[in-house]
């Protein structure tokens, strides 16, 4: 019922003294509201009809100048953050507190879509502008277009799969490459657990490296523990088969370092050219582009050391606080954190070498010689040995069934016993780690063989 009908129907009651009882049943309501109706029409006339609520703001109404402030903030300051991130931070650092839906209309109606946004959204956006166009915006849904559900093969589908039950249980890895900060291109190393999606560690490095891993993995070592098993793709294989065979190094060997001290720890690694089988670490390496590249700009990182000091201690744990499970909750099947010196000596990267006939190693340009106990030990030229490049950067030989010192061997000598005064110097004692890993050329030619056989065609 409508004001007009109203009054019409009160001022014919009034002025022709007419029957209240048709009245009420006219419009449907009792015989006292007619007779209040028609007080109001007698002291106020026609105006009393009118809602008290017309052309007055509902009180959630945000003004005006809101709309125009959070255009602003998002064209000029976070003009790459999703639409999420940006409601987190127009109320953490602006201030600002209004509803994603709020957020959306606004910045949507201004003809701003989320760097997020899915396809479907994108397409559905730039159709609805080119009928705006064309002026064909009265057509409805239905007409514009026809939406048709199509079955498909399950082999060609992903569907969705139950996570693990226990933490620690898969661990999925994979590297980034991407612009992260500065103008330069850097690799994000990523570990997040597929039970809680909690990031469990995060390194940058200049390209996707072994370092870049073990870092990652020392991360998850000494915070968490030893994990169950490791999911990660194989295209680190075949970037290494790719080069020429004078520029294929150790280090660039990732697969089979990595796969040698997952090993020592007890650790599956599944790796898989598929990326569905890692679902979850490619939909986080999209949060993360989505997310940390914008935090970065904000906080003015340019160096990879500042970036990976504001990975570490702010952006991972805020993430986790975020978007991950409480870990704790969770049944664990990680193992005790290990000692340092187990972590050191585990996480190396092992190189095949030969005893040349000065009794040297040759390694990275440098000669090396094998003590013990600070004396040298003698080797028959050509004799295989494995240097061992602890995490932290101490190098040992392993020669046979025992662990040596390696000392650099400099191209002159540091002083002359003819010409100068020599100092007393008193070497610091070095560790050298009981052979208790199984350092031998036999065991790492296997696993070489091993992982190189059985993942070149995966």
Same mark, same amino acid.
């Given at each position: 019922?409508?004001? =007009?009908?109203?009054?019409?129907?009160?001022?014919?009651?009034?002025?022709?003294?007419?029957?209240?009882?048709?009245?009420?049943?006219?419009?449907?309501?009792?015989?006292?509201? !007619?007779?209040?109706?028609?007080?109001?029409?007698?002291?106020?006339?026609?105006?009393?009809?009118?809602?008290?609520?017309?052309?007055?703001?509902?009180?959630?109404?945000?003004?005006?100048?809101?709309?125009?402030?959070?255009?602003?903030?998002?064209?000029?300051? &976070? &003009?790459?953050?999703? /639409?999420?991130?940006?409601?987190?931070?127009?109320?953490?650092?602006?201030?600002?507190?209004?509803?994603?839906?709020?957020?959306?209309?606004?910045?949507?109606?201004?003809?701003?879509?989320?760097?997020?946004?899915?396809?479907?959204?994108?397409?559905?956006?730039?159709?609805? +502008? !080119?009928?705006? %166009?064309?002026?064909?915006?009265?057509?409805?849904?239905?007409?514009?277009?026809?939406?048709?559900?199509?079955?498909?093969?399950?082999?060609?589908?992903?569907?969705?799969?139950?996570?693990?039950?226990?933490?620690?249980?898969?661990? %999925?890895?994979?590297?980034?490459?991407?612009?992260?900060?500065?103008?330069?291109?850097?690799?994000?190393?990523?570990?997040?657990?597929?039970?809680?999606?909690?990031?469990?560690?995060?390194?940058? =490095?200049? =390209?996707?490296?072994?370092?870049?891993?073990?870092?990652?993995?020392?991360? !998850?070592?000494?915070?968490?523990?030893?994990? &169950?098993? #490791?999911?990660?793709?194989?295209?680190? !294989?075949?970037?290494?088969?790719?080069?020429?065979?004078?520029?294929?190094?150790?280090?660039?060997?990732?697969?089979?370092?990595?796969?040698?001290?997952?090993?020592? #720890? $007890?650790?599956?690694?599944?790796?898989?050219?598929?990326?569905?089988?890692?679902?979850?670490?490619?939909?986080?390496?999209?949060?993360?582009?989505?997310?940390?590249?914008?935090?970065?700009?904000?906080?003015?990182?340019?160096?990879?050391?500042?970036?990976?000091?504001?990975?570490?201690?702010?952006?991972?744990?805020?993430?986790?606080?975020?978007?991950?499970?409480?870990? *704790?909750?969770?049944?664990?099947?990680?193992?005790?954190?290990?000692?340092?010196?187990?972590?050191?000596?585990?996480?190396?990267?092992?190189?095949?070498? *030969?005893?040349?006939?000065?009794?040297?190693?040759?390694?990275?340009?440098?000669?090396?010689?094998?003590?013990?106990? $600070?004396?040298?030990?003698? /080797?028959?030229? +050509?004799?295989?040995?494995?240097?061992? @490049?602890?995490?932290?950067?101490?190098?040992?030989?392993?020669?046979?069934?025992?662990?040596?010192?390696?000392?650099?061997?400099?191209?002159?000598?540091?002083?002359?016993?003819?010409?100068?005064?020599?100092?007393?110097?008193?070497?610091?004692?070095?560790?050298?780690?009981?052979?208790?890993?199984?350092?031998?050329?036999?065991?790492?030619? @296997?696993?070489?063989?091993?992982?190189?056989?059985?993942?070149?065609?995966?």
């Amino acid at each position: 019922m409508n004001e =007009q009908e109203k009054y019409e129907v009160i001022k014919e009651l009034v002025d022709h003294n007419g029957n209240k009882i048709r009245a009420a049943t006219k419009l449907n309501i009792s015989r006292r509201q !007619i007779d209040r109706l028609t007080i109001i029409y007698k002291e106020k006339g026609k105006s009393g009809f009118i809602h008290g609520n017309r052309n007055r703001k509902p009180v959630k109404t945000f003004d005006k100048s809101l709309s125009e402030d959070i255009i602003l903030f998002y064209k000029n300051k &976070y &003009y790459d953050f999703n /639409f999420n991130h940006f409601k987190e931070y127009l109320e953490e650092e602006e201030n600002i507190k209004v509803s994603y839906k709020f957020i959306y209309n606004t910045l949507t109606k201004e003809g701003i879509l989320s760097p997020k946004a899915r396809k479907k959204t994108k397409k559905e956006f730039a159709k609805k +502008k !080119i009928l705006k %166009e064309k002026k064909l915006l009265d057509k409805t849904e239905k007409e514009i277009e026809v939406i048709v559900n199509h079955q498909i093969a399950l082999e060609d589908s992903h569907p969705r799969l139950s996570k693990p039950k226990y933490f620690g249980e898969v661990i %999925e890895m994979d590297g980034s490459i991407h612009l992260w900060f500065g103008d330069k291109k850097y690799c994000l190393h990523l570990a997040i657990d597929k039970a809680t999606s909690t990031v469990v560690g995060a390194y940058f =490095q200049e =390209q996707e490296t072994l370092k870049g891993y073990y870092n990652t993995f020392y991360q !998850i070592l000494t915070t968490y523990g030893i994990p &169950y098993s #490791f999911t990660t793709d194989n295209r680190t !294989i075949f970037n290494y088969m790719s080069l020429n065979p004078d520029k294929r190094t150790s280090e660039k060997d990732v697969l089979t370092q990595f796969n040698y001290a997952c090993k020592q #720890f $007890g650790i599956n690694l599944i790796t898989s050219s598929i990326s569905q089988v890692k679902a979850l670490i490619e939909r986080t390496n999209g949060t993360f582009q989505g997310r940390l590249i914008q935090e970065l700009r904000l906080n003015n990182i340019n160096t990879i050391e500042e970036a990976n000091d504001y990975l570490i201690n702010v952006f991972v744990p805020k993430f986790n606080r975020k978007f991950a499970l409480n870990y *704790k909750k969770f049944e664990s099947v990680m193992e005790a954190i290990p000692s340092e010196e187990r972590i050191n000596y585990t996480l190396a990267v092992l190189t095949k070498r *030969k005893i040349d006939n000065g009794n040297s190693i040759k390694y990275y340009n440098k000669y090396y010689q094998p003590y013990l106990n $600070g004396k040298l030990k003698c /080797f028959l030229p +050509k004799t295989e040995v494995l240097v061992i @490049k602890a995490f932290d950067g101490n190098l040992v030989v392993a020669i046979d069934e025992s662990v040596y010192e390696l000392k650099e061997l400099s191209r002159n000598k540091r002083f002359s016993k003819e010409f100068d005064e020599i100092p007393v110097i008193k070497e610091k004692k070095k560790y050298i780690p009981p052979m208790t890993h199984p350092w031998k050329i036999e065991y790492y030619n @296997k696993q070489f063989k091993k992982v190189h056989s059985k993942l070149a065609y995966a």
